[in-house]
Structure formats: structure tokens, C-alpha cells
């Protein structure tokens, strides 16, 4: 069945930089657009940024714009997301998920998550 | 403040029927781009419920139902059973971003 595993999440102090990734199997990776979502205590759900499946598009929230990049790795299946000049608002748990995608396009859903892994910036 | 608006909150007694709505405007819902819904317990994955504005997902039961007006969007269920709680987000695109409301806690009395 699909999985996606979060992981590289921890302390950081404000200025500082984490990189997270997402393992991902169960299906042909590289057949599927990628996301990272985050949700900070106490707040909904965010958007942040979608890669494509080749990596050669991305997207990226307004908040994170210049300071957050995705990436993938097709070869190893994963996904990753490089933090740079990290405040006390990103703290919030980073989800990946994947964007469903039939055999003629992808979708705007996300129909798999992972669990999640947990940011935090120290001010 | 959420491009995609929903109310903070919304309760019903079990076998009660309860709506949660999402408005967006012009340049997200009302441009055509579908709406999502999902429902997330804390510690836990989102789960996708509703996808392309009224299609459930795999495994959502019928209870579940969504549609779509003009710049808002709404999702139904009938039947209201304690399992049903949790926190309830709707999702679309608008402006080249993924959009999320700021999510309804849905209480079961």
C-alpha cells in the first residue's frame, strides 16, 4: 500500500536550517506530482509548495518563497524540502502527501499523507 | 486569515444531518477549480473524503456528500455518528497555489 515517511524534523534555533524528507513506496514515485502541507499548533492546514514529477516545476507558497525548496530524488524515492532562515512561525508539523494523478493528468487532491514530522524554531 | 473561509465550528447530535461550508471567490472557487475535502484528527494523516467537489473517496460512505455554487462549496453528513468528529478543511487552487480553509471542528453532542 502507498506510504509516505516524514522525517528530518527537530529544534532549530531562528536563522537556522533543516532539511526534511519524505519516503516514499507503494507506487511508481515518479508517476505523481509531490506536496508539503504544515500545520502549526493551533492552526489549519497550509499549503506550501508541489513539485512535479520530474522535479522541473515547482510552486511554492508566498510565506515560503526564498527561504523553503523542494526537490525529489526519482531514483531513490523521496522528497525532500531544504528549510533555510527559519522563523518562530514555521514551527508546525510537515506533512508530504501525494497528488493523485490519473494515466491523462494529475489532479488538485492529495489523496495520500504521510504522518508527519514535527519543526520547531526557537526565537 | 484563509483565502478559503469556513466557520470555526459546527456540532450536531448523533442521526443529525450537519453542513459545513467554504467560500472562497473569483479567483479560486469561482474560477472553476474543484474543491477538496478532507478531515483531520489530531496526531493523525488528513484523509482525503470528498475529491473534484462531489466524489467520495475510496471507502467514504454515503453519509458523506459535497457540492459546489457560484465561489463556495459545501459538505454534508447525514447520519452523524461520534466517529464523525474531527477537524473538517476544504481545498482548492487559485492564483498558480494551493489553498486550504481555516478548517471546521465538527463536535458530535
Known amino acids: 500500500q502507498v506510504q509516505l515517511v516524514e522525517s528530518g524534523g527537530g529544534l532549530v534555533k531562528a536563522g537556522g536550517s533543516l532539511r526534511l524528507s519524505c519516503a516514499a513506496s507503494?507506487?511508481?514515485?515518479?508517476?505523481?506530482?509531490m506536496t508539503w502541507i504544515r500545520q502549526a499548533p493551533g492552526k489549519g492546514l497550509e499549503w506550501l509548495s508541489d513539485i512535479s514529477t520530474s522535479g522541473s516545476y515547482t510552486k511554492y507558497a508566498d510565506s515560503v518563497k526564498g527561504r523553503f525548496t523542494i526537490s525529489r530524488d526519482n531514483a531513490r524515492k523521496s522528497l525532500h524540502l531544504q528549510l533555510n532562515r527559519l522563523r518562530a512561525d514555521d514551527t508546525a508539523v510537515y506533512y508530504c502527501?501525494?497528488?493523485?494523478?490519473?494515466?491523462?493528468?494529475?489532479?488538485?487532491?492529495?489523496?495520500?499523507w504521510g504522518q508527519g514530522t514535527l519543526v520547531t524554531v526557537s526565537s | 486569515q484563509s483565502v478559503l473561509t469556513q466557520p470555526p465550528s459546527v456540532s450536531g447530535a448523533p442521526g443529525q444531518r450537519v453542513t459545513f461550508s467554504c467560500t472562497g471567490s473569483s479567483s479560486n472557487i469561482g474560477a472553476g477549480y474543484d474543491v477538496h475535502w478532507y478531515r483531520h484528527l489530531a496526531g493523525r494523516a488528513p484523509q482525503l473524503l470528498i475529491y473534484d467537489s462531489t466524489n467520495r473517496a475510496s471507502g467514504v460512505p454515503d453519509r458523506f456528500s459535497a457540492s459546489t455554487s457560484g465561489t463556495s462549496a459545501s459538505l454534508s453528513i447525514s447520519g452523524l455518528q461520534a466517529e464523525d468528529e474531527g477537524d473538517y478543511y476544504c481545498?482548492?487552487?487559485?492564483?498558480?497555489?494551493?489553498?486550504f480553509g481555516g478548517g471546521t471542528k465538527l463536535t458530535v453532542l
Open positions: 481545498q482548492s487552487y487559485g492564483n498558480s497555489q494551493g489553498l
Open positions: 507503494g507506487f511508481t514515485f515518479s508517476d505523481n506530482y
Open positions: 502527501a501525494r497528488v493523485f494523478c490519473s494515466s491523462t493528468r494529475c489532479h488538485g487532491y492529495y489523496d495520500h
